[in-house]
């Protein structure tokens, strides 16, 4: 790949490539880390009687059922806490069916008996939108994994909700296909988790939201009905878009189950370049430049601050990754191309080079990764930032979308902000994200462990400052149990209002995934 | 464009382009066109009064509110009649508000005093969504018109529903995005109707569906509530997907006022290229020897067969257009690349090319357009198809996914049913279509006028073929007043129940566009 760029590449990666997926459940807890559970007051639902346990094991079998009275502790915290550790419940029971059937059996059981429920698939998500509040029953639909179908000639897929992303995308890559969509947390989310979230993730600017992606749906209501709205087809103008409903809602209008996503090819050259800029101005102008010469190529244009790559070189010390170039610089530019025709692409790359490091001079330093492994790292310095942050500490997230002039004036006025409160020596700000989509995710840490002053200064104060920017207080992660109070900075009343009445239409008794996204 | 490919132009193109959007309003009713109305009873809604007229008035300004009584009949035509004239309603009064506040009032009044009411952009569809089926009134959106704004960083546009395709496209070209959808009726249709009925069209391939595509709608309620869940942000994660409700809904659920839609830069080099192929099997081989060769630079993949092709060069006998290629052969296909780099795309062509002509033999023989004018003409001979079949005589349109080796199967039962019966001498069948998208157009023109026993050859008798086939009844044309008695055999019932649930929910006294989709 790219040897003609070679005289660029004066750093050098480490040929020890580190696995990119998050572990399936961190061993970290402490209770340094639990913050507070939501301030939701429990609803009226009822309590988990003997009686309901007996008849949900008869529905699931009994090693399905899981309670506090026969599990030990840290395999129910795995359902209970985020994994970050910020929020954590206490569910009566947690529930694992295996089929549509059981789904809908156990939904029409507590619909009737009015029982709250989370939805739940790797609990991955940044909101606490996948963990119990109070005691509501968790709906972990884990073993509900199986790719069904490959329809090897359209790239369609049908496959149940449980599915973990990157075994799926491993399942397609066998076939040449691809799942429009990466994230961090790939090795242990699921693809119905993130429909259900309409995740965003890495490859968002190049194939879209999952909103164009995903065909077509199978999901369970609250009271128990299964809604059929699968469709195998790329193209079905049959009434109203009813997997739109589920996309996105978080659990609370339904349970999906199994769905049917349009497979773009894998793409048969990939490379990735790694660049330094001296100011934000440069950062933005290598991205208009990336792509007017990149063109339809480009598959990802992320960034990082200086901030951000030093908590990643902190925490990966010994692992092999470091820092790729020679001297230290304020920002960082990763750019990914994805095509058909991998000499075009390379000649494409070299005419983006020839005019980001000449005439324009938007960038001071770079390297091009000479094989998978040292993509993989280069990679692995964007993506392991909210791991590293989320370790050195106890990390505020937020994730944003902001006019992109206007993007890195918030990680400013953040630091202004500890500086000015006297804290700015043990709560560290950083930048990153998706620069393509305009995401950005400003991480502080706490690396005394949670601080309430900290949080007093981040909050409301960051989503209003978003607010009055015409941003978007969550970009991908949703709103959970995190944001709900929030929404109004970023949703009409009138938008607030068409939700309410469509969550009574569709659940009527509240019982799905309560206390999230609806305050 | 191209040059070293022309020892394969063998035929000649004329150099006289025709236009390719269809007329305004076409001028040949007669008759012998009119089908009878949808035979749904009128509903319990009330009757138009004088009081009713004199309070629309008020808040339209006279001007703005058309009634039979004083307008010739023509004037009204053009909003009662569909524009293939199969269905024509016999509306009260055509409104015609300028803002989202003038809907807002309309629809509250409508709703308030049990008034039906159908939403119309360019009343350019294909199965009657767009016209009255009894005395509805007519709310046309074509005074909102304006763009509102372009972000010329992003390319996210804000426009009014009312603004004709055409001129949004001409719009964007200027600053150099366009609209990611066309087609054919795109001088007359316009964006709002787009986004309500979900239209598909030429660019689905690349582009993919408006559902992706459009950020945010603007909608006004049945009660006259105005849902503001419009954004101007490419990645925005707060709450349910309400713009999707609109999308699709065929003004059943909404009247979208206003939308923002995320624009593709326009692409600097755009290629064309028409095969011939002996069969459909080579078809399907050539489609998919460009998704290999052509890959991310794939823009359109279309198809015709020979009897669509003699309809167009029929009626365009004199304008200029002909045949490209010297002999008659039984397939033809398409296909357009769009990308950044024109060396690089001719070169991917010129792949393909020797690969469909070489080894592989998928094409017989084939041109490729060397200038503008030329690629105009190629594009005529396919997107003329409908208007010269609608043209010949009365047409029974289908428009249907397949899986796509079935796809030409339709077509040829199609024809050894009329012949069966003894009418292929009158009843043409063609079938052409979005290949890339497996979506067929059937046509059946029936040269004698409307006849009742062809009608009575292909209903139900398509659609059920198409449902046992696990195709879709409408890939693209939507519903409407024409297959609400259809619907189940694309959907499931209880993806039916949900679509009441929904209705009854957003438009409980069933005002807004009755007797459309939902029987």
Same mark, same amino acid.
């Given at each position: 790949?790219?040897?003609?760029?070679?005289?660029?590449?004066?750093?050098?990666?480490?040929?020890?490539?580190?696995?990119?997926?998050?572990?399936?459940?961190?061993?970290?807890?402490?209770?340094?880390?639990?913050?507070?559970?939501?301030?939701?007051?429990?609803?009226?639902?009822?309590?988990?009687?003997?009686?309901?346990?007996?008849?949900?094991?008869?529905?699931?079998?009994?090693?399905?059922?899981?309670?506090?009275?026969?599990?030990?502790?840290?395999?129910?915290?795995?359902?209970?806490?985020?994994?970050?550790?910020?929020?954590?419940?206490?569910?009566?029971?947690?529930?694992?069916?295996?089929?549509?059937?059981?789904?809908?059996?156990?939904?029409?059981?507590?619909?009737?008996?009015?029982?709250?429920?989370?939805?739940?698939?790797?609990?991955?998500?940044?909101?606490?939108?996948?963990?119990?509040?109070?005691?509501?029953?968790?709906?972990?639909?884990?073993?509900?994994?199986?790719?069904?179908?490959?329809?090897?000639?359209?790239?369609?897929?049908?496959?149940?909700?449980?599915?973990?992303?990157?075994?799926?995308?491993?399942?397609?890559?066998?076939?040449?296909?691809?799942?429009?969509?990466?994230?961090?947390?790939?090795?242990?989310?699921?693809?119905?988790?993130?429909?259900?979230?309409?995740?965003?993730?890495?490859?968002?600017?190049?194939?879209?939201?999952?909103?164009?992606?995903?065909?077509?749906?199978?999901?369970?209501?609250?009271?128990?009905?299964?809604?059929?709205?699968?469709?195998?087809?790329?193209?079905?103008?049959?009434?109203?878009?009813?997997?739109?409903?589920?996309?996105?809602?978080?659990?609370?209008?339904?349970?999906?189950?199994?769905?049917?996503?349009?497979?773009?090819?894998?793409?048969?050259?990939?490379?990735?370049?790694?660049?330094?800029?001296?100011?934000?101005?440069?950062?933005?102008?290598?991205?208009?430049?990336?792509?007017?010469?990149?063109?339809?190529?480009?598959?990802?244009?992320?960034?990082?601050?200086?901030?951000?790559?030093?908590?990643?070189?902190?925490?990966?010390?010994?692992?092999?990754?470091?820092?790729?170039?020679?001297?230290?610089?304020?920002?960082?530019?990763?750019?990914?191309?994805?095509?058909?025709?991998?000499?075009?692409?390379?000649?494409?790359?070299?005419?983006?080079?020839?005019?980001?490091?000449?005439?324009?001079?938007?960038?001071?330093?770079?390297?091009?990764?000479?094989?998978?492994?040292?993509?993989?790292?280069?990679?692995?310095?964007?993506? +392991? *930032?909210? /791991?590293?942050?989320?370790? $050195? =500490? !106890?990390?505020?997230?937020? #994730?944003?979308? @902001?006019? &992109?002039?206007?993007?890195?004036?918030?990680?400013?006025?953040?630091?202004?902000?500890?500086?000015?409160? +006297? *804290?700015? /020596?043990?709560?560290?700000? $950083? =930048? !990153?994200?998706?620069?393509? #989509?305009?995401? @950005?995710? &400003?991480?502080?840490?706490?690396?005394?462990?949670?601080?309430?002053?900290?949080?007093?200064?981040?909050?409301?104060?960051?989503?209003?400052?978003?607010?009055?920017?015409?941003?978007?207080?969550?970009?991908?992660?949703?709103?959970?149990?995190?944001?709900?109070?929030?929404?109004?900075?970023?949703?009409?009343?009138?938008?607030?209002?068409?939700?309410?009445?469509?969550?009574?239409?569709?659940?009527?008794?509240?019982?799905?995934?309560?206390?999230?996204?609806?305050?």
């Amino acid at each position: 790949m790219l040897a003609f760029l070679s005289p660029l590449r004066r750093g050098a990666l480490s040929a020890h490539a580190t696995p990119l997926a998050v572990s399936v459940w961190p061993s970290r807890w402490t209770a340094r880390n639990l913050q507070t559970a939501s301030t939701a007051a429990r609803g009226t639902f009822a309590s988990l009687r003997d009686e309901d346990l007996q008849k949900l094991r008869q529905i699931l079998g009994a090693k399905n059922v899981l309670t506090p009275q026969e599990v030990e502790t840290e395999e129910l915290a795995r359902y209970n806490r985020d994994w970050m550790g910020k929020w954590e419940g206490r569910s009566a029971a947690i529930l694992k069916p295996a089929s549509t059937e059981e789904v809908s059996l156990v939904l029409k059981y507590a619909n009737d008996h009015n029982l709250a429920v989370v939805p739940q698939g790797g609990n991955t998500g940044l909101v606490g939108g996948s963990v119990p509040v109070h005691d509501e029953l968790v709906l972990s639909l884990l073993r509900m994994n199986a790719v069904e179908d490959l329809d090897q000639r359209s790239g369609i897929v049908t496959v149940q909700a449980g599915c973990v992303l990157e075994n799926l995308d491993q399942y397609l890559a066998q076939h040449d296909f691809m799942v429009p969509l990466d994230l961090g947390a790939k090795g242990t989310c699921t693809i119905g988790g993130n429909a259900a979230t309409n995740a965003g993730g890495l490859r968002y600017l190049r194939y879209g939201s999952l909103r164009g992606n995903v065909l077509g749906v199978e999901a369970v209501l609250a009271d128990g009905q299964v809604v059929n709205s699968l469709s195998a087809l790329r193209k079905d103008n049959t009434g109203y878009g009813l997997p739109q409903l589920f996309i996105g809602s978080e659990g609370t209008l339904g349970v999906i189950t199994k769905l049917t996503i349009l497979c773009p090819p894998r793409p048969k050259a990939v490379n990735i370049a790694f660049f330094a800029c001296a100011d934000f101005d440069r950062v933005q102008r290598t991205f208009a430049l990336a792509r007017q010469k990149l063109g339809e190529v480009l598959s990802a244009v992320e960034f990082c601050d200086r901030s951000a790559i030093d908590f990643v070189l902190k925490r990966e010390a010994g692992t092999g990754v470091r820092d790729p170039l020679e001297e230290k610089h304020p920002f960082y530019v990763l750019i990914e191309t994805s095509g058909s025709d991998g000499d075009h692409d390379e000649q494409k790359l070299h005419n983006f080079l020839e005019a980001a490091m000449g005439e324009e001079s938007t960038v001071l330093d770079g390297v091009v990764a000479a094989d998978e492994t040292q993509a993989r790292a280069i990679w692995r310095l964007r993506e +392991g *930032v909210s /791991d590293a942050m989320t370790t $050195a =500490g !106890y990390v505020y997230k937020y #994730d944003v979308s @902001l006019p &992109l002039p206007r993007m890195y004036e918030l990680v400013e006025e953040t630091r202004a902000r500890l500086k000015e409160a +006297g *804290v700015e /020596d043990t709560a560290k700000a $950083a =930048g !990153y994200g998706h620069l393509g #989509d305009a995401n @950005l995710h &400003l991480n502080v840490t706490s690396l005394s462990g949670r601080d309430d002053k900290v949080h007093g200064l981040l909050e409301p104060w960051v989503f209003e400052w978003v607010s009055q920017a015409h941003g978007s207080i969550s970009a991908e992660h949703g709103i959970g149990q995190c944001k709900p109070n929030f929404l109004h900075l970023s949703k009409a009343d009138s938008a607030i209002q068409l939700m309410r009445t469509l969550k009574s239409a569709l659940d009527p008794k509240g019982i799905l995934n309560p206390y999230k996204v609806l305050a």
